[in-house]
Protein backbone atom coordinates (compact mmCIF):
# COMPACT_ATOMS: atom_id res chain seq x y z
CA UNK A 1 0.00 0.00 0.00
CA UNK A 2 1.82 3.63 -1.16
CA UNK A 3 0.07 6.41 1.17
CA UNK A 4 0.22 10.29 -0.25
CA UNK A 5 1.64 12.28 2.52
CA UNK A 6 0.68 16.17 1.77
CA UNK A 7 0.88 19.24 3.94
CA UNK A 8 -0.43 22.97 3.04
CA UNK A 9 2.56 25.09 3.10
CA UNK A 10 0.84 28.39 2.27
CA UNK A 11 -2.81 29.13 1.86
CA UNK A 12 -3.66 26.78 -1.67
CA UNK A 13 -0.13 25.37 -1.94
CA UNK A 14 0.07 21.57 -1.24
CA UNK A 15 3.34 20.09 -0.97
CA UNK A 16 4.34 16.27 -0.92
CA UNK A 17 7.33 15.11 0.96
CA UNK A 18 9.22 16.27 3.99
CA UNK A 19 8.37 19.41 6.15
CA UNK A 20 12.25 20.49 5.51
CA UNK A 21 10.80 22.03 1.82
CA UNK A 22 9.19 24.51 3.74
CA UNK A 23 11.72 25.51 5.62
CA UNK A 24 10.02 24.32 9.52
CA UNK A 25 12.05 22.42 11.37
CA UNK A 26 10.88 19.19 11.92
CA UNK A 27 9.40 19.02 16.04
CA UNK A 28 7.68 15.87 17.78
CA UNK A 29 4.67 17.28 17.12
CA UNK A 30 5.08 18.01 13.27
CA UNK A 31 6.77 13.71 13.01
CA UNK A 32 3.27 12.50 14.60
CA UNK A 33 0.89 14.63 12.39
CA UNK A 34 3.11 13.92 9.05
CA UNK A 35 2.72 10.47 9.69
CA UNK A 36 -1.01 10.40 10.41
CA UNK A 37 -2.77 8.50 7.82
CA UNK A 38 -6.26 7.66 7.32
CA UNK A 39 -6.40 4.00 7.18
CA UNK A 40 -9.73 2.82 5.40
CA UNK A 41 -8.66 -1.36 5.73
CA UNK A 42 -7.29 -3.08 8.25
CA UNK A 43 -5.23 -6.80 8.86
CA UNK A 44 -6.56 -9.13 10.97
CA UNK A 45 -4.20 -8.92 13.67
CA UNK A 46 -6.60 -7.59 16.36
CA UNK A 47 -5.86 -4.39 19.10
CA UNK A 48 -5.66 -5.42 22.27
CA UNK A 49 -8.15 -3.67 24.78
CA UNK A 50 -5.29 -1.89 26.57
CA UNK A 51 -3.95 -0.33 23.08
CA UNK A 52 -7.75 1.45 22.70
CA UNK A 53 -7.83 2.40 26.14
CA UNK A 54 -4.66 4.11 25.46
CA UNK A 55 -5.75 6.05 22.57
CA UNK A 56 -8.58 7.15 24.22
CA UNK A 57 -7.04 8.22 26.96
CA UNK A 58 -4.75 10.53 25.39
CA UNK A 59 -7.30 11.46 23.12
CA UNK A 60 -9.59 12.91 25.53
CA UNK A 61 -7.40 16.07 25.55
CA UNK A 62 -7.88 17.13 21.56
CA UNK A 63 -8.92 20.61 21.21
CA UNK A 64 -12.69 21.14 20.72
CA UNK A 65 -14.45 24.97 20.16
CA UNK A 66 -14.26 26.55 23.46
CA UNK A 67 -13.06 23.56 25.08
CA UNK A 68 -16.41 21.83 25.41
CA UNK A 69 -15.11 18.78 24.79
CA UNK A 70 -18.77 17.68 23.63
CA UNK A 71 -17.80 13.57 22.85
CA UNK A 72 -19.54 10.55 24.08
CA UNK A 73 -17.12 7.07 23.61
CA UNK A 74 -18.53 3.73 23.90
CA UNK A 75 -16.15 0.90 23.30
CA UNK A 76 -17.97 -1.99 21.42
CA UNK A 77 -16.99 -5.86 20.67
CA UNK A 78 -18.41 -8.90 20.16
CA UNK A 79 -22.64 -8.94 20.18
CA UNK A 80 -23.06 -5.31 20.98
CA UNK A 81 -20.35 -4.59 18.17
CA UNK A 82 -22.25 -6.86 15.71
CA UNK A 83 -25.82 -5.45 16.18
CA UNK A 84 -24.80 -1.92 16.16
CA UNK A 85 -23.56 -2.76 12.74
CA UNK A 86 -26.37 -4.66 12.05
CA UNK A 87 -28.55 -1.82 12.73
CA UNK A 88 -26.40 0.82 11.14
CA UNK A 89 -26.56 -1.24 8.06
CA UNK A 90 -30.02 -1.49 7.84
CA UNK A 91 -30.48 1.61 7.78
CA UNK A 92 -28.21 2.28 5.24
CA UNK A 93 -29.24 0.21 3.14
CA UNK A 94 -33.34 0.63 3.62
CA UNK A 95 -33.69 4.14 4.80
CA UNK A 96 -30.92 6.63 4.35
CA UNK A 97 -32.29 9.24 2.67
CA UNK A 98 -34.70 9.59 5.51
CA UNK A 99 -31.25 10.15 7.67
CA UNK A 100 -30.74 13.98 8.64
CA UNK A 101 -27.34 14.34 10.07
CA UNK A 102 -27.12 16.26 13.41
CA UNK A 103 -24.38 18.15 12.72
CA UNK A 104 -23.86 20.02 9.03
CA UNK A 105 -19.93 19.19 8.01
CA UNK A 106 -19.82 20.67 4.80
CA UNK A 107 -20.95 23.96 3.69
CA UNK A 108 -23.64 24.06 1.30
CA UNK A 109 -21.72 25.79 -1.33
CA UNK A 110 -18.09 24.39 -0.43
CA UNK A 111 -16.18 27.16 -1.99
CA UNK A 112 -12.58 27.08 -3.45
CA UNK A 113 -10.00 25.44 -2.40
CA UNK A 114 -11.95 23.37 -0.64
CA UNK A 115 -14.26 21.88 -2.87
CA UNK A 116 -11.35 20.87 -5.50
CA UNK A 117 -9.07 19.42 -2.35
CA UNK A 118 -12.86 17.29 -1.59
CA UNK A 119 -12.98 16.26 -5.07
CA UNK A 120 -9.49 15.32 -5.07
CA UNK A 121 -9.47 13.59 -2.45
CA UNK A 122 -12.18 11.29 -3.57
CA UNK A 123 -11.07 10.68 -7.32
CA UNK A 124 -7.93 9.57 -5.13
CA UNK A 125 -9.46 8.04 -2.32
CA UNK A 126 -12.20 6.15 -4.55
CA UNK A 127 -9.84 5.70 -7.57
CA UNK A 128 -7.96 3.33 -5.43
CA UNK A 129 -9.79 1.27 -4.80
CA UNK A 130 -11.02 1.18 -8.36
CA UNK A 131 -14.65 2.75 -8.19
CA UNK A 132 -15.40 5.32 -10.92
CA UNK A 133 -17.20 8.46 -9.77
CA UNK A 134 -20.30 7.58 -11.98
CA UNK A 135 -20.69 3.95 -10.04
CA UNK A 136 -22.73 5.44 -6.72
CA UNK A 137 -23.61 1.62 -5.94
CA UNK A 138 -19.72 0.64 -5.45
CA UNK A 139 -19.21 4.21 -3.72
CA UNK A 140 -22.00 3.06 -1.35
CA UNK A 141 -20.54 0.11 -0.57
CA UNK A 142 -17.27 1.09 0.72
CA UNK A 143 -19.36 3.61 2.54
CA UNK A 144 -21.29 0.70 3.79
CA UNK A 145 -17.69 -0.50 5.71
CA UNK A 146 -17.70 2.53 7.98
CA UNK A 147 -21.29 0.78 9.65
CA UNK A 148 -18.34 -2.54 10.23
CA UNK A 149 -16.21 -0.12 11.74
CA UNK A 150 -14.02 -1.22 8.45
CA UNK A 151 -13.47 -4.75 9.80
CA UNK A 152 -11.20 -3.45 12.79
CA UNK A 153 -10.49 -6.51 14.87
CA UNK A 154 -10.01 -6.13 18.42
CA UNK A 155 -9.83 -8.38 21.51
Known amino acids: MSVIRARMCGPEEAVIGPSEECGAAQSPIDEIMTRRIACRD ?18 RFAPSGANIQPWHV ?71 KNYTFLGLPWD
Open 42 to 59: FCDAPVPRRTIDQILHVA
Open 74 to 144: YVLSGAAEANVSAALLNAHETCRDEHVSEHKYYASQLPDPYLKRRQEFGRLFYGSLGIRQADAEARSRQTA
